[in-house]
């Protein structure tokens, strides 16, 4: 019997291994966005019929494709509604021996609001395999306008545009202790602000992801202890997010691009205009100095995509005034990125990402992408087999003895 389309993968192995000896307690983290299609508006995915758009319909889809791997350790979810979280995805993941945590999106809406749209991200463990020691979850703006609080000094009152700092984000952190080994482990799991369409805040997305680092760190004890973040990052290989996680600063040219950015209605060239770079200068950093991406070191690149979805023209490209010069700078960087477009409607391209520190932690393996001909059948995700427009993403891992 052949497997299922959203099935057919395979694990990748990394050829460059560490001196033998030195890498304990394999482990594997997983990270896949469910889609809250709640989140959208009507009609995004149009090809789409209504009835496999259910949640009643999907879920079982989701839990064969967990039961036919078998081996995630530790699971990140994104867009998990929290009625969804509470009568279905808990019961149905302690069966599978998984004890969970959840953190929601800020909004305007009551903390015991049930609406299918009131979403965030859950992290499962193995039970069996991990213990948890601490967790910690919050909200990006509530971090943003704490540091910003702080920056402001009798000699220095300003203050920006609420709008700059307005992330409806949010971050879980687990702290885990392997029952294997004894070591401790801390993952993140987020979910980045979109910076598609109309709505193109890639600084605010890149503050994110800075911050996000700079707390994990935090969480965890330091750079030097085990830390994984995983989740849907919204950015792509060329932009200044990634290239911030990869090198721990901005460049110049994703700075230069950053500062360019206008906020909605505002006109590109308008004077005494606040950037996110002038609010938090120090800030688009971060401290794990040996951050790298399980799939690119695995397979020497990133997947030729993690999500694909034909949603409209609103997400085929970037709208609002664009730097010509510091955007092509941004592409002259990433002369080995390529590009998975596939029409103006279509949105194919690698926005999650398992994000691990490479001087504690050695990836010994990622699970390969669907190959794109068992997708092209069903137009794009989500569909009858794929339950979701983005794809789950696995990485095995060790850790290196100190």
Known sequence: MSLSANL??????NQTLPTAGLIVGDFVVMTYNLLN??????????????????TARRHPVLMGEIDHHKDADIICFQEVSSLYYDETLVPDMHERGYTGAFIKRPSARSADDKRPWTDGSATFFRSARFQLVKQEGGHFKDLFEKEQEKLQSPTNTTSCDPDLIDSKRSFLFVLFRCLETDRLVAV?????????????????????????????????GGADAPHILCGD???EEHHPGYQLMRDGLLSEASATYLRNLRLPGEKDGSKNVMSLLDVFPDFFTHDSVSLKSSYKTVMGHEPPFTCYEDSSPECATPVGPLPTKALQALFDVALNYTKQGRGADKYVAAVDYIWFSSSSLHCSGALRMPEERLILPFHACPN????????????????LKA
């Open 8 to 13: 057919q993968r395979e694990w990748v192995p």
């Open 37 to 54: 299609k709640d989140l959208g508006p009507d009609g995004l995915f149009s090809y789409c019929p209504d009835e496999l758009l259910s």
């Open 188 to 220: 993140g799991n987020v979910h980045l602000t979109c910076v598609y369409g109309s709505y193109n805040r890639m600084d605010l997305n890149s503050l994110e992801a800075a911050f996000a680092l700079r707390e994990l760190v935090r969480f965890c």
């Open 233 to 235: 990052f919204n950015f």
């Open 384 to 399: 009858a087999v794929f339950p979701s427009d983005h794809l789950l993403m696995k990485a095995q891992f060790s850790f």
